[in-house]
């Protein structure tokens, strides 16, 4: 019998985006393959690097940086966060609403501990980005998924959320922009879904963290601005837009009716304070990027890198026969769809390790994002032009003869 075996409380959580298939793509790497790794969100790897002033006022601020700060945040960083909402037209937080995470992941994960009893239900949606459903799952929680339908551009099907509400559900949550899908939401899908949230007395947690990662012209809407009488939590942080993950600076803003939440208010001041307080020389880099140059927008338009290797991935992948894939709007990924008849595939799973194994190539299955079938896997669209063609003609190559 095993001595120490892991919690009850993680029988059911997963992450597969640094699961199984990433561990066995560490394994060939300690063996001396060369992978092709199209699975994570981390832009430092494939040659971004952060604006330079963020860097520079990091290093500044260093020597004056060593003790612990408020657990919420220093005083600059959350001023700089409630102006970046305000400039957006959101007026409706001051700096004690804002809370500094080590990374919207810590964050996640507190606010669904302060929030959840055993059973209480959280609607998240199908695809989603897992740690969503790891955190409300890990919190004694239910994740309810609901389905963000492919055949409208990956937009949430108001009908699918409105028969999953029970009396038991506490809180819908919404990626926007979308990962894994790339769908950038409209207006009216918002408004619809703040109706829903109003009707049932929801709170809405909003992930934004790719709210600057838009392509083509797509615009961005804040929920917390289109629905200031409801109660938000929106999510955000520097690790895509500046490409500082390894900064592991998040945030979350309250916007709304706080007085009605006076408890989970306190429950989460308590689990910020027992974690005391996140990287302080780090947070030093929140005022710097949100007021400076905005190094992004250069990204993602024509010529800029995000855009032209977004274009060549989904060109690509669109020309593989029984592979197709809705062009994403924005953020770092894509979720193509494969014909699972045509190649007899019953695992995804299987399908991404069998990939590896044979080219090298390293994508994560797309039920590792708790969709409901073994017909969609992610990509990231983070690689160089060449190195995006490069896996691509490989996927395609390995795709040409596959079966289960
Ligand atoms: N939310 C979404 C949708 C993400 O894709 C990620 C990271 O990939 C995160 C949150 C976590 O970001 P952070 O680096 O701030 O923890």
């Not at 597969?16 to 832009?43: S, T, Y």
């Not at 804002?98 to 009893?117: D, K, W």
């Amino acid at each position: 019998m095993e001595l120490f075996p892991k919690s009850n409380k993680l029988e059911h959580v997963c992450y597969d985006i640094r699961g199984p298939v990433h561990k066995a793509a560490l394994r060939l790497e300690e063996e001396g393959h060369k992978i092709l790794k199209l699975n994570i969100g981390n832009p430092a790897p494939f040659g971004f690097e952060a604006p330079d002033e963020i860097l520079i006022d990091v290093i500044r601020n260093l020597p004056t940086a060593q003790g612990y700060c408020d657990s919420k945040g220093l005083y600059s960083a959350r001023k700089a966060i409630v102006q970046y909402y305000q400039s957006k037209g959101i007026h409706g937080a001051t700096v004690n609403d804002v809370y500094i995470g080590n990374g919207a992941s810590e964050l996640i994960t507190m606010a669904m501990q302060a929030l959840l009893n055993d059973g209480d239900e959280v609607l998240v949606p199908m695809p989603d980005y897992p740690l969503w459903t790891a955190a409300v799952t890990l919190a004694g929680g239910k994740a309810v998924h609901y389905l963000c339908d492919e055949e409208q551009d990956w937009f949430p099907a108001i009908d699918d959320i409105k028969s999953k509400i029970t009396s038991r559900t506490k809180a819908i949550v919404i990626i926007n922009p979308n990962n894994p899908t790339g769908a950038v939401y409209s207006k009216e899908l918002l408004l619809e879904i703040a109706e829903i949230a109003r009707q049932n007395g929801l709170l809405i947690f909003s992930d934004e963290i790719y709210d600057k990662i838009l392509y083509d012209g797509a615009v961005h809407h804040h929920i917390a601005g289109l629905a200031p009488d409801l109660l938000t939590i929106t999510m955000n942080g520097l690790s895509k837009a500046y490409r500082i993950c390894g900064f592991r600076q998040g945030w979350m803003i309250l916007n709304g009716p706080k007085d009605k939440a006076r408890g989970y208010i306190e429950g989460l001041d308590m689990i910020a304070s027992m974690r005391l307080c996140a990287n302080v020389p780090m947070q030093h880099a929140i005022q710097t990027a949100l007021g400076g140059y905005q190094s992004i927008n250069e990204l993602i338009v024509p010529g800029g890198r995000l855009y032209e290797q977004r274009n060549r991935a989904y060109e690509l992948l669109n020309q593989i026969p029984g592979v197709s894939c809705v062009k994403p709007m924005g953020a770092l990924y894509m979720f193509p769809k494969i014909d699972i008849k045509k190649f007899n595939i019953y695992d995804d799973e299987k399908l991404v390790l069998d990939l590896l194994a044979q080219e090298k190539v390293l994508l994560v299955h797309g039920r590792g994002f708790n969709w409901h079938a073994p017909d969609h896997f992610r990509i990231v669209t983070l690689p160089y032009v060449h190195q995006i063609e490069e896996a691509l003609s490989k996927f395609a190559r390995f795709m040409e003869n596959y079966h289960q």
